[in-house]
């Protein structure tokens, strides 16, 4: 996880397990609040997300990439 999106859920709640991964936002309560009237965080993790930098980038299969 790069450490500025780190910061970023850090500033609004998130908070960590050992391996990194967002456990909750920190309160239950707050978190069903804001989910009823306003933009919400969801934890992506399962997703993996590819960052492509370059002339390259624009031939990247619009499928899954496979390992």
Known sequence: MKQQW???LEDNG???DATG???SFGSPRREL????TGN???D???ITVIA??????QVL???PVQQ
């Open 6 to 8: 780190k910061a970023f």
């Open 14 to 16: 998130a908070e960590f």
């Open 21 to 23: 991964v967002v456990t």
């Open 33 to 36: 609040s804001v989910a009823l």
């Open 40 to 42: 919400v965080f969801a």
């Open 44 to 46: 992506l993790s399962d």
């Open 52 to 57: 492509a930098h370059g002339r390259d980038c």
């Open 61 to 63: 299969p619009a499928g």
